[in-house]
């Protein structure tokens, strides 16, 4: 008997924590590519991504764009989702250039 599997809430927080290694934070999220497998429960995407808008974005700056699109597989029926984003960093100067010399 196979075990029913949903898409869990832990790539969210995955995408927090790579988020946050950038310095970055929600709101610098410019679009996000969801991929989930046709095993994966779209409706139960749908239902924690409305969650996560909600925790994530305050409504009045809007939200990053995104594209959903069912695929009939992975690289792997352990995977049930990929998720692809884009996110602007802003990046302060160096104080001091490195310079090479030869």
Known sequence: MRKERTLGGNRHAILRAVLESLGAQPSDLLYVNTYPSREASVDD??????????????????????????????????YLVEVDATVAVRRSPSPDPVHVSS
């Open 45 to 78: 995407f749908m239902n924690e991504r409305s969650s996560i808008h909600e925790e994530w974005f305050d409504g009045e700056t809007g939200y990053p764009g995104s594209t959903l699109l069912v695929v009939h597989s992975l690289v792997s029926s352990d």
